[in-house]
């Protein structure tokens, strides 16, 4: 059988928690005698490849490129739908004229791909990583910084999270007021009751608002009707999409993580409790939450290892690195995949202190899999992972305070930190979560 990967971008430049998912799942299908072939991107602003259409070997597989520089978008609606991927896509599937395809993510393919392999009569299926398919920021919190169900009726609440988004860079002009979140909310609802009045119908904000307003809609028609069957790798996300109409049969499949997972070395009378982070430093990530709640602790009770790029949001990282002067916290930088057990190995915790949802983070299945309790914020998609007591435990979603009051007992009595190493497992494997991928393929194309 032929399978097809079609994933939004791919190592060894990208090599994320999506990458990473896409990448096992064809190891494991190559072992048992599949052809597997990943098709990704170059995004939109990345440097140039000299054609539209550039293949290349990742650990023996072919990986078709795609160069979105040569067919941007230009508008909001062209980056879920792009009607100008559409040939270009059923080109290629033509040419690799695959059994099947699964969606690992669609952006930079754009849901146009739905279309193509609906036409092509090819049995498409989908792993929802994330919120795409129906959130326009993929991250389900509302501009306001509040957990969000998913667009209202009225879209009022997407419109706002573009305003608070579009503002961050704004120095003038009405849209500046929107960088606070609660303005963002009144601007939207104000701009989607008002914005067929003269001088505004017509207009390209009133454009914009019509192409978010529109893209659950067209998402979800095109999801319905094209994805034979998806997964998702929690209950939470599963239950997500379900409320915003997606009616396409899905399953929840954990992911599975190949990693070593000798037991934690006991650790020595004079250790000093390691506390680690390791993603995005991004404001959503909460790595900030994390830094406050650590210079509370007694000084040199513990150290704080942050691992992640140091270049996404400068503004933001300057504001980190104030804070940490003459502590001991560390900004480490980025590591190879390869590294991941020894890192996780030397700590003693992770904290996750996401202030939106996660799905499912990889980075917390490797640490639970390495024996490293897990320190996370109360949101669904970690705490379907983590229970208190026994391989980690849970703060309140935002709160410095409680995330302190967390730390603070570990670091007053480090034994009993130390002592969760011993219950904190996580046995899943990519190969369980293969064969039940490739067994949702066979239910229903036989």
Not at 260 to 269: F, H, L, N, V
Not at 344 to 352: C, F, K, Q
Request: net charge negative; proline share 5%.
């Amino acid at each position: 059988m032929k399978i097809v990967f079609f994933v939004h971008c791919f190592f060894p430049d990208h090599f994320y928690g999506t990458e990473t998912y896409t990448l096992e799942l064809a190891k494991n299908y190559k072992a048992w005698g599949h052809e597997v072939v990943i098709v990704s991107a170059l995004f939109q602003g990345e440097p140039a490849a000299e054609q539209l259409v550039t293949t290349y070997q990742h650990e023996g597989f072919e990986v078709v490129c795609i160069d979105k520089n040569k067919i941007p978008h230009a508008n909001i609606k062209e980056t879920y739908y792009q009607v100008e991927m559409r040939p270009v896509l059923t080109e290629l599937l033509a040419e690799l004229k695959p059994d099947i395809v699964h969606v690992t993510h669609l952006i930079n393919h754009t849901s146009a791909l739905l279309e193509a392999t609906k036409a092509l009569g090819i049995p498409t299926y989908a792993t929802f990583t994330d919120f795409f398919g129906f959130c326009l920021t993929n991250k389900l919190e509302a501009a306001d910084g509040a957990l969000c169900a998913g667009p209202s009726p009225s879209r009022s609440n997407c419109v706002a999270c573009y305003l608070k988004e579009s503002a961050r860079t704004a120095n003038d002009g009405w849209i500046k007021y929107a960088k606070n979140g609660t303005s963002a909310k009144l601007i939207a609802s104000m701009a989607t009751s008002l914005r067929k009045l003269p001088g505004i119908k017509n207009g390209v904000f009133d454009k914009t608002i019509d192409y978010i307003a529109e893209r659950p809609d067209i998402l979800g028609a095109l999801y319905n009707d094209s994805y034979s069957g998806a997964v998702a790798p929690t209950t939470f996300l599963k239950e997500a999409y379900v409320n915003n109409d997606i009616k396409v049969p899905m399953q929840t499949l954990w992911f599975g993580i190949d990693v070593d997972r000798t037991e934690k070395p006991e650790r020595a009378a004079d250790h000093i409790p390691t506390i680690g982070f390791i993603g995005q430093i991004a404001p959503h990530k909460g790595t900030d939450l994390l830094i406050d709640a650590f210079n509370r602790l007694p000084k040199d009770s513990a150290r704080l290892l942050i691992y992640g790029p140091t270049d996404q949001d400068p503004a933001y990282m300057e504001e980190l690195k104030s804070k940490s002067a003459g502590t001991q916290i560390e900004f480490r930088g980025v590591f190879e995949s390869k590294d991941m057990v020894n890192i996780l190995r030397g700590m003693d915790t992770l904290v996750i202190p996401s202030r939106w949802y996660e799905n499912s983070p990889l980075v917390l299945l490797n640490a639970l899999a390495t024996h490293t309790p897990a320190l996370v914020s109360d949101v669904r998609g970690m705490t379907e992972f983590v229970q208190a007591g026994i391989n980690g435990e849970i703060f309140a979603r935002g709160s410095s305070e409680d995330l302190y009051q967390k730390l603070s007992i570990w670091v007053a009595d480090p034994k009993k930190l130390y002592d969760l190493a011993k219950t904190t497992t996580y046995e899943r494997t990519p190969e369980m979560m293969a064969r039940e991928t490739f067994a949702i393929y066979m239910k229903t194309t036989g």
